[in-house]
């Protein structure tokens, strides 16, 4: 099964959910398509590591064969070109690799070139296989890594959590296209309602089966808890406002390798995903 766990913000404790379910597994595979900041590798400490690099392609104009007529330039939804003092001028940040401006041009003035935009890190950690995305500072979109991130989701029957990026953009809808099951993590408050909001839109959006993790719980009036039950949201867990857990989790420990009550916590979450992603595929085979 493919879980993606989002939340609408950083910081709500989407890692602390994805790292520890792929830990209380017995086999399986963590992906970090948290790309601009992926942190997983902290807790998990993969050893063994290969690294490839991700490249995309993207287009160079010669400028002796170029004769200005511009049908790569109207072709273009992006505005990634420009005819410009008679010179074709390509802005590498918002093109999107189509190659359409390459097959279209009828003078055969556009090639393309390799640009590397970032990397992919594989590693193992006990019981499970960890593998990273990384991208470039100053790359426009993470979407090329997280397509080869997620080319590793089929592997053996092994159950896969994707860490995905905070928030609703495109690179979180790339995340979870193909996601048997999406958990939300959600805070508390009315910030995190609003928060938890935006995920459950782009879930909804997507109609993929999901559930709540609610973290940071106190025994005092839940927002978010009340937002799930007005919507309809089914609880999966709670996790409560522990300092022994914030302690270990600051520290980068896996809790669920390191305390027992942790370790049941997450197992018990695990099953409980378990359970619903098999009822949906009961229901919708």
Do not use: W
Not at 13 to 24: D, F, H, I, P, Q
Not at 54 to 77: H, M, T, Y
Not at 131 to 142: D, F, M, P, V
């Amino acid at each position: 099964m493919k879980i993606a766990v989002l939340s609408g913000k950083g910081g709500t404790g989407k890692t602390l959910v994805s790292v520890n379910l792929a830990a209380s597994a017995n086999e399986s595979i963590y992906i970090d398509c948290d790309v601009e900041e992926p942190n997983g590798h902290l807790f998990l400490k993969p050893i063994d590591i290969t690294s490839e690099k991700i490249s995309i392609k993207i287009p160079i104009a010669d400028e002796k064969l170029c004769n200005g007529c511009r049908k790569c330039v109207d072709f273009c939804k992006f505005n990634a070109l420009a005819y410009i003092n008679k010179k074709l001028i390509v802005f590498n940040e918002v093109c999107h690799s189509c190659g359409g401006c390459t097959l279209l041009c009828p003078q055969k003035a556009i090639s393309e070139t390799e640009k590397v935009i970032g990397e992919v890190q594989k590693g193992v950690s006990d019981n499970v296989t960890v593998i990273t995305g990384i991208l470039n500072i100053g790359e426009a979109s993470g979407i090329p890594v997280i397509k080869k991130l997620l080319s590793y989701c089929d592997n053996d029957g092994k159950d896969v959590f994707i860490d995905c990026p905070p928030g609703s953009a495109c690179i979180v809808m790339e995340s979870i296209k193909d996601a048997d099951y999406c958990i939300m993590v959600a805070e508390p408050t009315l910030f995190g309602v609003h928060n938890l909001n935006m995920v459950f839109e782009l879930v909804k959006l997507f109609k993929k089966p999901h559930g709540v993790v609610l973290n940071k719980c106190l025994d005092e009036e839940n927002p978010a808890e009340k937002y799930c039950i007005e919507n309809n949201i089914k609880v999966l867990g709670k996790i409560p406002f522990d300092n022994e857990l914030g302690k270990l989790n600051s520290n980068a420990k896996i809790v669920a390798r390191e305390i027992n009550k942790y370790k049941t916590l997450f197992s018990s979450l695990l099953q409980e995903v378990t359970k619903e992603v098999q009822h949906e595929t009961v229901i919708n085979p």
